[in-house]
């Protein structure tokens, strides 16, 4: 007996699932941006590093490093191992998010952008009357061209199209660099089958173990695998979602609450003394409270992230009364600073993370006060005003014109960085 749950087609005939989504990649963008404004780096491997340290790593390498096996991730003293004459500059984020948003206006101009979702990553919805694979063939092409024109023929993009947005992530990425590729519902699921199991949005290494184990080694048995085989690797509905994307089906995006925020920045070798290290940490607090206030949300618990040389991590949580003060958090901060071992110790890398978040709207106070709320208030009015009013002091004229003096000493330091799903402001960074 044929299982219907494990076949492509209905009633004899294959399902053909009309085009809907049009991906945008760019092609190792940040490294892509360096060859731009630097003419002399064109042609040649560069890696860029968030700081100039040995101990660094890439966050992005261009494609001629990539060739000699660099990658995001790759420590900078094994990059120039691996790749002879690869040339390592400091990242530019004020740069990026300048061609970012040119990016963005060069892809308007041909179809309407439904949602940037990173630095490198945009997607458009295509309307009812521009679906024929020729007619999005056509726009893919002017996409790339357009870029080429407005901004720069050295910074590429791949551009997929498909039966949903993740399928039509997928094409992005199965013709890179500078490709132009659209996934047809009749063309499912051998289209698919050259890509490995990773090659997958959702299946990284502790995943593919997984399927490994449910008897899933390439991407055909992922394709013939039963629906309630990937529900049970993925222990629940998430292999039910992807079950249905393989084959084109349009599912609504699943909208998460946010759970955590924290900022993180490598030192430099000039900063790496506690003393220096303090004040960056600081910052990355502050930044991380503005962003907490600005989507309306309390924490209740802070970790604080440091790495020290031969590997060591120290990630201390407290725990305490939700609150979105930034004093109230700096002294909780303070608190697990001074308890931090090997107190005089060289510190290479800080962090903080804030967890246990609810919205300002919606919590229940504590009916006993913990003990670190003895010593210390965390919604005193007063204190929130204070908030108010230095948050919009800096959203209108920038970060540099009022700041807590515990950051005045080392103010420049830990510069704006660019995660996958936050693109900050230039101006407001500052």
């Not at 100039?52 to 096996?69: D, Q, V």
């Not at 949903?164 to 009749?186: H, T, V």
């Not at 995943?207 to 695998?225: D, K, N, P, S, W």
């Not at 993180?264 to 290290?277: E, F, G, T, W």
């Amino acid at each position: 007996m044929i299982d219907p749950a494990s076949v492509w087609f209905h009633a004899g005939q294959a399902v053909d699932r009309p085009l809907t989504a049009l991906f945008v990649d760019c092609d190792s963008f940040f490294a892509s941006v360096e060859q731009h404004l630097d003419p002399a780096l064109r042609g040649r491997p560069v890696g860029v590093a968030p700081v100039m340290a040995e101990t660094s790593c890439c966050i992005a390498a261009s494609y001629e490093a990539k060739a000699f096996g660099v990658k995001t991730g790759t420590r900078i003293s094994d990059a120039r191992i691996m790749c002879p004459g690869i040339v390592i500059v400091e990242s530019k984020p004020p740069e990026y998010i300048k061609i970012h948003h040119r990016i963005i206006e060069a892809v308007e101009d041909c179809i309407h952008v439904e949602a940037v979702l990173s630095i490198d990553e945009m997607w458009a919805w295509l309307p009812l009357n521009w679906r024929e694979p020729d007619f999005v063939r056509d726009i893919g092409k002017k996409i790339k061209s357009t870029v080429a024109r407005d901004i720069s023929p050295v910074i590429k993009v791949s551009v997929g199209a498909g039966p949903n947005k993740y399928l039509a992530k997928m094409a992005s990425k199965m013709r890179k660099p500078d490709g132009l590729f659209i996934i047809e519902g009749m063309d499912l699921p051998e289209v698919l089958h050259e890509n490995k199991l990773r090659d997958f949005t959702g299946i990284a290494k502790s995943m593919e173990a997984r399927l490994h184990a449910a008897g899933i080694h390439t991407t055909a048995e992922l394709c013939r695998a039963k629906k309630q085989v990937l529900h049970g690797v993925w222990g629940g509905v998430m292999g039910d979602r992807l079950w249905h994307l393989l084959r084109g089906d349009e599912i609504p995006d699943i909208v998460s609450a946010r759970k955590s925020i924290g900022h993180s920045h490598v030192l430099p070798p000039d900063n790496r003394h506690p003393d220096k290290a303090w004040p960056v940490l600081c910052k990355l607090l502050h930044k991380a409270c503005e962003r907490l206030r600005s989507h309306g949300l309390l924490t209740g618990s802070l970790t604080l992230q440091l790495a020290f040389y031969r590997g060591v991590a120290w990630g201390p949580e407290i725990r305490f009364p939700v609150s979105d003060s930034t004093i109230f958090l700096m002294r909780a901060l303070d608190r697990l600073w001074k308890e931090r071992p090997e107190p005089r110790s060289p510190i290479l890398q800080v962090g903080i993370v804030l967890t246990r978040l609810c919205e300002k709207g919606n919590f229940t106070p504590e009916l006993f006060q913990s003990a670190i709320a003895d010593v210390m208030t965390g919604n005193d009015e007063k204190q929130q005003r204070l908030d108010a009013t230095i948050d919009r002091l800096r959203a209108r004229y920038g970060r540099s014109v009022v700041y807590f003096g515990n950051v005045h000493d080392n103010r420049d330091s830990a510069p704006m960085r660019i995660s996958f799903t936050h693109i900050p402001d230039p101006e407001l960074e500052a």
